[in-house]
């Protein structure tokens, strides 16, 4: 492997196809048309599906129907988009197929602009769609980590036959930076016992969401349940910085994730017990590892690209045991480590003192 000067959205387009994607539908979108484009181009060159559809309504259809018959499938978008897609996705989801989704997202609500946010959490993580379940969901804060989450996506989908999101904003999909590619993987040859391949010489089946007898889908839905436990149980991923006998530890994803870490270090430079924990799972949220972090510090500072939706999260696994303070940008605009320092100092002069 060589290390490339790569943008984000090439970058996860790329990464996707050395995964071994076989399909992709999408619709161009700022800001991550790119990655469509890139498809454009490469998917043909090695011989599989690539469709730009005449809509995000669309897509997700296609990347259900191609979902249905075993191969790794996947589609991409922003905010608008992703929100168009709720119906499919929740189809997808009460199927019980693999899907990969890409959101690469932008300020809102409506149609927003074209600037980086992290306005999705609320559409990403509380269900996108209707019914009782919840997509998995990874959030990478550079290029060379987008690329590694893309992989870990394609397994995570179809190890639960599952919707996955991968999760970054309009920054990091235009951002450029050193980074190194997996090798290609091969495609696969055998598809799955569930899969539809044409009932010649077995046994039809059926993939559907529909269940109208009301014991039925609860069947399907307790079904999902038990397999959202085991990802519950499994799969909550999280880093963290500078987090042995802290005080205060500041809690990002993402982007705003990596801009803390930079606040995060000055605050130590400047003699504050300071740390950093940022999630990589937005669902399942490490709910485990920062409750236990909440047995040790005295407080937690969430910092989000939007008006504080993680910040529940947070709330909920802190278990009211530390104070839970916020700070935020809207519409786009990019928090700079000045304001999170800031605010850092601000909470940490309030402490409690703490008895030796």
Known sequence: MTIELLKGNVALAEAAIRAGVEAYFGYPITPQTELLEHMAKRMPELGRAFVQAESEVAAINMVYGAACTGVRTMTSSSSPGISLMQEGLSYIAGSEVPAVIVDIMRGGPGLGNIQPSQSDYFQVTRSAGHGDYHPIVLAPASVQEAIDLMTEAFDLADKYRHVVYVVADGLLGQMMEPAELPPMQPLRKERAGWALTGSEGREKRIITSLQLNAPDLEAVNLRLQFKLAEIRKREQRSTEMLTENVRLVVVGYGTAGRIAETAVKRAREDGMKVGLFRPITLWPFPERRLSALADQVDAFLVVEMNAGQMLDDVRLAAGGQ?????????????????????????????LPVRVR
């Open 322 to 350: 530390v104070p839970v303070s916020f700070v935020g940008r809207m519409g786009g605009v990019v928090p700079v480590p000045e304001e999170i320092y800031d605010k850092i100092e601000e909470i940490y002069v309030k």
